[in-house]
């Protein structure tokens, strides 16, 4: 097999990580962005393993920069302690200029707020899923809840059917 076939198996590769159902039901999801992110080794052996949670994870803009903020990755077990890396620290978002002028104009103005919704591998490289996204209030999240159980039992119906 040739080497240009191997490349482009690694690159279909998309395997989810983590997700963050919570995220969908707090927020009223309004766009999608792919960011890549900058870990160190030690994270990105632990994301392998599968040891990464994005429920009280958010992103902010600062100085031209987008940051994600209180996503926990577990410290790698089989490093050194000198080794390993603080599991909520602050990770770099990798964006394009142009998206992060678009997201500063539209979390300042509108009040919208930045949430990972999952983590995941893309040949090879990590990456986030950030989304703008504005609060629900409770009646939209009962909304939710009686539009869920509403699926359910139209699929129990049909399954019995």
């Not at 870990?39 to 393993?49: C, D, M, N, W």
């Amino acid at each position: 097999m040739s080497k240009d076939k191997d490349k482009d198996k690694k690159n279909q590769g998309y395997k989810v990580i983590a997700d963050n159902r919570q995220a969908r039901f707090l927020y009223e999801i309004m766009e999608t962005y792919e960011a890549g992110i900058q870990l160190t080794g030690t994270e990105v052996k632990s994301i392998r393993a599968g040891k990464t949670n994005l429920q009280d994870g958010y992103a902010l803009i600062r100085d031209n920069e987008a940051w994600l903020l209180n996503v926990h990755i577990s410290p790698y077990n089989f490093s050194g302690q000198y080794f390993n890396h603080e599991p909520r620290r602050s990770r770099k978002l990798l964006l394009h200029r142009d998206e992060i002028r678009k997201l500063i104009g539209k979390t300042e103005q509108q009040g919208l707020t930045l949430v990972p919704l999952k983590m995941y591998f893309k040949g090879g490289w990590v990456k986030v899923s950030i989304a703008l996204g504005r609060g629900k209030k409770l009646h939209d999240k009962r909304e939710t809840i009686k539009k869920r159980q509403d699926q359910r039992e139209m699929q129990r119906a049909i399954k019995s059917y």
